[in-house]
């Protein structure tokens, strides 16, 4: 073999390295997908568990939240109806004077301890069924808890006062029920600097 030769055989066998190098083989480039990262797949599934678990709670809360109302609505129209039985049995010892009451007899003062027991009775039942009774006698009228029907001129208390009530109101759980029925006063200092109880004032 001749030095010339072997020479072109030595540039051939560089060629094919240099190409072979170049051209890497098919299969090096269709190599198997990458495994799933541990830490974001449990990434994923705790926030996936952490919303499921919120909606299950909101739903559980609005489901509570509309048996609540369900119920309250059943017993306002009951409450209301008991309200004028209350009424009643007050109006019935409110007419009885402490003169007719220590001068009665036996009979008489009995029947007026049973009606005042009835009355406990009653307003204790309908506390008990979330229905609460409130007199705001002295506090500063406010148009959502009171009904004005009459004003009461009187300089020594703050105007826009209640100085009477003349029907005690009632909540039903963070509801009124019926508004209380209360004087008002006038003439004095004006308690804030805005009153908006003249608007409720019945003529």
């Known amino acids: 073999m001749t030095k010339q030769t072997a020479r072109e055989d030595e540039a051939a066998q560089t060629d094919e390295g240099t190409a072979a190098a170049a051209d890497p083989a098919p299969a090096a480039a269709s190599t198997a997908p990458a495994e799933p990262d541990p830490a974001a797949l449990a990434a994923e599934m705790k926030d996936r568990l952490l919303r499921t678990l919120a909606d299950m709670d909101n739903l559980r809360k609005r489901t509570a939240r509309e048996v609540a109302d369900a119920q309250l609505r059943g017993i306002t129209s009951f409450a209301r109806d008991m309200l004028g039985v209350a009424d009643n049995m007050r109006r019935a010892l409110d007419a009885v004077s402490p003169e007719v009451r220590q001068s009665a007899q036996a009979a008489v003062t009995a ?11 009653l307003l204790k039942a309908l506390e008990k069924n979330g229905v609460r009774q409130f007199a705001p006698q002295g506090e500063k009228f406010d148009p959502n808890l009171h009904q004005a029907i009459f004003e009461v001129p009187d300089a020594s208390v703050p105007a826009g006062s209640v100085v009477q009530v003349v029907q005690p109101g009632y909540m039903i759980g963070d509801r009124v029920l019926r508004p209380a029925m209360v004087g008002v006063s006038k003439g004095g200092p004006k308690a804030a600097p805005k009153s908006a109880y003249n608007d409720n004032v019945q003529a």
């Open 111 to 121: 029947l007026i301890d049973g009606v005042e027991l009835t009355e406990r009775e």
